[in-house]
Nanobody, 122 residues
Framework: QVALVESGGGLVQTGGSLRLSCAAS????????MGWFRQAPGKEREFVGT????????IYGGAVKGPFTITKDNAKSTVYLEFYSLQPEDTAVYYC???????????????WGQGTQVTVSS
C-alpha cells in the first residue's frame, strides 16, 4: 500500500509561480513511477509528467504550456511540480499518482493522492 498526500495548491495571479508537493509513504513506494495529472471541471484527466525515484528520469506531457519542472527529494520522500508562469487555463485539480507501469495513461497508476486545487486568476 502506498499513500500520497499533495499540498501547495492555492490561488495565484496570471504569470505567477507555484510549487506543488506530493509526499509518499508506504511499502516500496520508491519502486513506483510517480506521475502528475490535472483535471479541470468538465474535462478528462490530463497527463502532466512523470519522474522516477532512483534516476530522476522525467517525461513531460503537453498539457501545461508554460514552463514547469518535476523534481524529487528522496530524503523527504517527496516529489514536486513547480510552475513558473501560470495561466488561467492551468486552473485545475492537480493529482499525483504512483504506478508500477507509470506512463501517460491514468490507468497505469495504482495509487492516487486526494488532489490539490490550483486556481489562476486573470
Amino acid at each position: 500500500q502506498v499513500a500520497l498526500v499533495e499540498s501547495g495548491g492555492g490561488l495565484v495571479q496570471t504569470g505567477g509561480s507555484l510549487r506543488l508537493s506530493c509526499a509518499a509513504s508506504g511499502r516500496s513506494f520508491s519502486t513506483y513511477v510517480m506521475g502528475w495529472f490535472r483535471q479541470a471541471p468538465g474535462k478528462e484527466r490530463e497527463f502532466v509528467g512523470t519522474i522516477t525515484w532512483n534516476a530522476g528520469n522525467t517525461i513531460y506531457g503537453g498539457a501545461v504550456k508554460g514552463p514547469f519542472t518535476i523534481t524529487k527529494d528522496n530524503a523527504k520522500s517527496t516529489v514536486y511540480l513547480e510552475f513558473y508562469s501560470l495561466q488561467p487555463e492551468d486552473t485545475a485539480v492537480y493529482y499525483c499518482a504512483a504506478g508500477r507501469a507509470g506512463n501517460r495513461s491514468p490507468q497505469s497508476y495504482d495509487y492516487w493522492g486526494q488532489g490539490t486545487q490550483v486556481t489562476v486568476s486573470s
